[in-house]
């Protein structure tokens, strides 16, 4: 020991023998005295934690939900910020991490009775943040929406290609196979990847236990979230103050959506990068997505069933001969 200095212990420890604890992982300091004592916040900041978190996939509906929970006069969720709008993206963000608890408490409100949440799609398949919110929240409430996932990588496709100048067909990115440091490999990995849904879900359930995992139909809730939203507020967040949906949304016959309602603001719709109009995908693009998820969704189904979630109806109708 006495040959080796400080920093080549260091060196030692973090690059050769532990190189995943050279991030930090934040714990709670509101179940740990002595952490209570160095950080230098205090008890009632205790509460400001956030209750549930929604945490994806992306392009499944998770800003409608996320809108439609924040009518709710109970639950409030993260502060909007310039760079990732109504997202904080703290748990999957190297760079926002390292801001640290106090960092991440000041995005929430602080109103006594507030139910404080937050919604990052970007959370669903990031093993970093499924760690880092079991170590700082392990009672927290987890939602994840489920669409069919070819009809999900279609929308992220039609999301992406908004987004930039250069173009591609979804057949032809379906179809190629360019090297991994191209964009358009990392292109059809954000499109296919995040619907690898069982996969996904297991890991979480490594982390947490079931019954704080609640699974929406993400189908479903496009076309009518009533149902999802009064059922979410009663059996998942046990809220004291329930509401009935039909007082928090309405139809738009405009949008051809559900969206927020209040008799004050009447109705708020998402903007135009939600609910995009275009044209369905090709018979090819729809074959090739078939067959890609056939035995991701045939896991899926029997990861739900094993935990005793109930089936999304698409997931039903699009695996109907192995059921
Ligand atoms: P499209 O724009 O491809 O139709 P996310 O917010 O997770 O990124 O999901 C975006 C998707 O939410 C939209 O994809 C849209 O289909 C879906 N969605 C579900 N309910 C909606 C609603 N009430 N208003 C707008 N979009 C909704």
Not at 57 to 74: F, I
Not at 264 to 286: A, D, I, P, V
């Amino acid at each position: 020991v006495n040959d080796i200095s400080t920093s080549e212990l260091a060196h030692k420890y973090f690059d050769e023998y532990y190189p995943d604890e050279k991030l930090p992982l934040f714990t709670n300091p509101c179940d740990d005295d002595i952490l209570m004592n160095l950080w230098n916040g205090n008890r009632s900041m205790c509460e400001i934690f956030p209750k549930f978190i929604i945490i994806g996939p992306q392009k499944t509906g998770t800003t409608a939900l996320h809108n439609m929970l924040s009518q709710h006069p109970d639950l409030y969720p993260s502060k909007k910020n310039s760079l990732t709008y109504e997202e904080l993206q703290f748990f999957s963000n190297e760079t926002i991490y390292l801001n640290g608890i106090t960092w991440y408490l000041n995005q929430f409100h602080t109103n006594e009775q507030s139910i404080n949440f937050e919604k990052s799609a970007t959370y669903f398949d990031s093993i970093l943040a499924m760690k880092r919110i079991k170590a700082l929240l392990p009672s927290v409430r987890l939602i994840i929406m489920l669409t069919e996932p070819g009809h999900r990588a279609y929308s992220r496709y039609q999301h992406e290609i908004a987004r930039i100048n250069q173009t591609i067909n979804f057949d032809d990115l379906l179809k190629s196979n360019h090297d991994e440091n191209s964009y358009y490999f990392h292109l059809k990995q954000r499109c296919l990847q995040p619907g690898h849904y069982a996969e996904h879900i297991l890991k979480w359930l490594k982390y947490f236990p079931s019954k704080q995992i609640y699974i929406v139909d993400g189908e479903a809730f496009r076309h009518d979230p009533r149902t999802i939203l009064n059922d979410m507020q009663i059996s998942f967040l046990q809220l004291k103050n329930f509401i009935n949906s039909s007082n928090l949304v309405r139809y738009n016959k405009k949008k051809g959506f559900f969206c927020s309602f209040s008799a004050k603001h009447n109705f708020q719709c998402l903007g135009n990068s939600k609910g995009r109009l275009y044209e369905n995908m090709s018979s090819y693009s729809r074959e090739y997505l078939n067959n890609y998820y056939l035995f991701h969704n045939q896991k899926l189904i029997k990861l739900l069933r094993y935990y005793n979630y109930s089936l999304p109806l698409w997931l039903i109708f699009s695996n109907p001969i192995k059921l």
